[in-house]
């Protein structure tokens, strides 16, 4: 393999560990907290876990390790989505378990949790494993979207642990996966299987974190690579002053990374889900936000601007979501059929049109055809319209185009306009790992080992007071459990690790609105430039805007 000189330069980058951590192994002892109890649904969710429900928040620190000293055979997982920083959380995981006994063995299984049920690994050696620190990428064992959520597949993955010899695993994982990780750690510890199950929290969404977690990782890099990208057109627009960009930016749901991106770069717009949901706004009143700034900095002379569109918007319209329900109801099962025979755009249109309702049809009436044939072509194999797939950065740039002609018409808005279109998720997810991220992901294995050698199970691995630096970092575990709450989903209640919404009345947000009337309308533009891996810390080591709102 040909390398640049930035992987050869990062080979040697030596992640930096918590304080507490950084002493070996024989010296980390484990300070127990509080018992703890569910977010919500306590009676529920103990039920549901009596194994492993309740048990106690722990801290390691520097004293003698009285952990019981026997072989480690340990297995790990990479599931959902890539975020930067994956490679480190097994290089920290294989570090700590061979610091401990270099006979201690790691598997990682393939391909995601499929890897589990269909016994497809690898054993990690450190010639293997020394090619993938601080990159980037979940190249190492790959990835996938599998779910591990039946009893029948516990059963195998039980059945193929105890093949090897496994008594922990470790999942690296968004919300879904830590749930199941705790399922899976219950069905454990009912079954006396001495297997213990770990987690670790990962998505570039964010969109896990809550008082004990104070942010995945992945999200730190992602953020500053959109963010390098955003701040680069931001400056093409301010130079050519010509266009106005449409950016989307990746996140299935919640609209950390738009909101973030914001805060490190300053455009004009940027548009976050969770409000739009709150103020019931329509895409019609949308439509006219940006417009105003549009036409506000038209009057200023400035025909450019940038506007960051969250991927998962359209979702929090609330006419827009009531719409996408009424399609995929018009089009359950063998109505598709007759739909997808009919040989015209205008005869579908016609259909289309006689099976919503009216409210939902004029709402379909607003959107470009491109937008309009997008909710029937891409499907899911539920037939189910794939919300993400739809491009909403040409819909609200569209929509905008429509709504400056009616100003024009009307004589209050004299500009032009001209709009291009971007989409940043995948240049995001396998970058290179920000010095945070490598030491972040790092520490997160590291402390995984650390819960397994303790006999922990059903905990999250646990680094916070992130915000300070490295060394007064804080290791320890959380049980899962403490995050869950009973959800509907899929017709079903089901015990969940509560998914983490922009919280509205949150530092990044109310710092967001402090702010943005002016961004609007000024050319206010910060270019954060390219992520650094070597130079003075604050160059290299600062974390997010919205950690540092939160923990400010
Ligand atoms: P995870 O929640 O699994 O971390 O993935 C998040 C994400 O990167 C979203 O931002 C994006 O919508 C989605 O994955 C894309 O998924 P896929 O890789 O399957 O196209």
């Given at each position: 393999m040909k390398l640049s000189p930035l992987q050869k330069a990062r080979y040697q980058y030596n992640p930096k560990l918590p304080g507490m951590l950084r002493?070996?192994?024989?010296?980390i002892c484990v300070s127990c907290g509080s018992a703890t109890e569910s977010v919500a649904d306590q009676e529920k969710i103990k039920a549901l876990f009596?194994?492993?429900?309740g048990k106690n928040e722990i801290t390691f620190q520097k004293g003698q390790n009285t952990a019981e000293a026997k072989k480690q055979v340990v297995g790990v997982i990479l599931s959902g989505g890539q975020a930067p920083g994956g490679h480190n959380v097994v290089c920290g995981l294989y570090d700590a378990l061979k610091a401990t006994d270099p006979e201690n063995v790691l598997y990682g299984f393939k391909g995601g949790p499929s890897g589990l049920i269909e016994d497809s690994y690898v054993i990690f050696d450190d010639e293997y494993i020394n090619q993938f620190r601080n990159t980037g990428g979940f190249d190492i064992i790959g990835s996938g979207r599998t779910k591990l959520e039946t009893e029948e597949q516990f059963a195998i993955v039980v059945e193929n642990c105890k093949k090897h010899g496994i008594n922990a695993l470790v999942i690296i994982g968004g919300d879904d996966s830590n749930t199941n990780a705790a399922v899976l750690a219950e069905y454990c510890a009912a079954h006396n299987t001495g297997i213990q199950v770990i987690g670790c929290p990962k998505t570039i969404d964010g969109d896990l974190k809550n008082e004990d977690i104070e942010c995945s990782f992945g999200f730190d890099t992602a953020t500053k690579t959109y963010s390098e990208i955003i701040g680069n057109i931001q400056r093409d627009a301010n130079s050519a002053k010509k266009y106005w960009h449409f950016v989307k930016v990746m996140?299935?749901?919640?609209s950390h990374v738009a909101l973030e991106c914001a805060l490190q770069t300053q455009p004009n717009i940027c548009l976050v889900g969770e409000e739009v949901a709150a103020k019931k706004m329509s895409l019609a009143a949308i439509a006219d936000y940006i417009a105003d700034s549009v036409a506000a900095r038209a009057a200023k002379g400035w025909n450019f601007g940038v506007a960051i569109i969250p991927e998962g918007i359209v979702e929090f319209v609330p006419e827009f979501s009531v719409l996408i329900a009424e399609i995929n109801e018009l089009l359950a099962g063998e109505k598709a059929d007759a739909f997808n025979a009919l040989p015209a755009w205008s005869d579908k249109y016609a259909f289309i049109k006689n099976g919503l309702t009216e409210a939902s049809f004029s709402v379909f009436d607003i959107l470009p055809e491109n937008i309009q044939q997008q909710l029937f072509l891409e499907r899911d194999p539920h037939g189910n319209v794939q919300v993400s797939l739809i491009e909403s950065e040409k819909l609200f740039s569209a929509l905008v185009k429509d709504n400056l002609a009616a100003r024009k018409a009307n004589g209050t808005y004299k500009g032009k306009f001209s709009a291009l279109h971007h989409f940043l998720g995948y240049e995001g997810r396998?970058?290179?790992?920000s010095n945070f991220d490598a030491d972040y992901c790092y520490s997160l294995g590291y402390n995984a080992a650390m819960l397994i050698q303790y006999g922990y199970t059903g905990y999250l691995s646990k680094v916070s007071n992130l915000q300070a630096p490295a060394e007064e970092w804080v290791a320890g575990g959380m049980p899962i459990t403490k995050m869950m709450n009973i959800e509907r989903r899929h017709g079903a209640d089901k015990p969940v690790i509560r998914k983490a919404l922009v919280e509205l009345d949150g530092a990044p947000f109310k710092y967001f609105t402090e702010n943005r009337e002016k961004w609007a309308v000024e050319t206010c533009f910060v270019y954060p430039g390219a992520i650094q891996y070597f130079g003075p810390s604050e160059v290299c080591d600062a974390t997010t805007k919205t950690l540092a709102l939160e923990k400010a």
């Amino acid at each position: 393999m040909k390398l640049s000189p930035l992987q050869k330069a990062r080979y040697q980058y030596n992640p930096k560990l918590p304080g507490m951590l950084r002493n070996g192994i024989s010296e980390i002892c484990v300070s127990c907290g509080s018992a703890t109890e569910s977010v919500a649904d306590q009676e529920k969710i103990k039920a549901l876990f009596p194994n492993t429900y309740g048990k106690n928040e722990i801290t390691f620190q520097k004293g003698q390790n009285t952990a019981e000293a026997k072989k480690q055979v340990v297995g790990v997982i990479l599931s959902g989505g890539q975020a930067p920083g994956g490679h480190n959380v097994v290089c920290g995981l294989y570090d700590a378990l061979k610091a401990t006994d270099p006979e201690n063995v790691l598997y990682g299984f393939k391909g995601g949790p499929s890897g589990l049920i269909e016994d497809s690994y690898v054993i990690f050696d450190d010639e293997y494993i020394n090619q993938f620190r601080n990159t980037g990428g979940f190249d190492i064992i790959g990835s996938g979207r599998t779910k591990l959520e039946t009893e029948e597949q516990f059963a195998i993955v039980v059945e193929n642990c105890k093949k090897h010899g496994i008594n922990a695993l470790v999942i690296i994982g968004g919300d879904d996966s830590n749930t199941n990780a705790a399922v899976l750690a219950e069905y454990c510890a009912a079954h006396n299987t001495g297997i213990q199950v770990i987690g670790c929290p990962k998505t570039i969404d964010g969109d896990l974190k809550n008082e004990d977690i104070e942010c995945s990782f992945g999200f730190d890099t992602a953020t500053k690579t959109y963010s390098e990208i955003i701040g680069n057109i931001q400056r093409d627009a301010n130079s050519a002053k010509k266009y106005w960009h449409f950016v989307k930016v990746m996140g299935r749901s919640a609209s950390h990374v738009a909101l973030e991106c914001a805060l490190q770069t300053q455009p004009n717009i940027c548009l976050v889900g969770e409000e739009v949901a709150a103020k019931k706004m329509s895409l019609a009143a949308i439509a006219d936000y940006i417009a105003d700034s549009v036409a506000a900095r038209a009057a200023k002379g400035w025909n450019f601007g940038v506007a960051i569109i969250p991927e998962g918007i359209v979702e929090f319209v609330p006419e827009f979501s009531v719409l996408i329900a009424e399609i995929n109801e018009l089009l359950a099962g063998e109505k598709a059929d007759a739909f997808n025979a009919l040989p015209a755009w205008s005869d579908k249109y016609a259909f289309i049109k006689n099976g919503l309702t009216e409210a939902s049809f004029s709402v379909f009436d607003i959107l470009p055809e491109n937008i309009q044939q997008q909710l029937f072509l891409e499907r899911d194999p539920h037939g189910n319209v794939q919300v993400s797939l739809i491009e909403s950065e040409k819909l609200f740039s569209a929509l905008v185009k429509d709504n400056l002609a009616a100003r024009k018409a009307n004589g209050t808005y004299k500009g032009k306009f001209s709009a291009l279109h971007h989409f940043l998720g995948y240049e995001g997810r396998c970058a290179f790992p920000s010095n945070f991220d490598a030491d972040y992901c790092y520490s997160l294995g590291y402390n995984a080992a650390m819960l397994i050698q303790y006999g922990y199970t059903g905990y999250l691995s646990k680094v916070s007071n992130l915000q300070a630096p490295a060394e007064e970092w804080v290791a320890g575990g959380m049980p899962i459990t403490k995050m869950m709450n009973i959800e509907r989903r899929h017709g079903a209640d089901k015990p969940v690790i509560r998914k983490a919404l922009v919280e509205l009345d949150g530092a990044p947000f109310k710092y967001f609105t402090e702010n943005r009337e002016k961004w609007a309308v000024e050319t206010c533009f910060v270019y954060p430039g390219a992520i650094q891996y070597f130079g003075p810390s604050e160059v290299c080591d600062a974390t997010t805007k919205t950690l540092a709102l939160e923990k400010a």
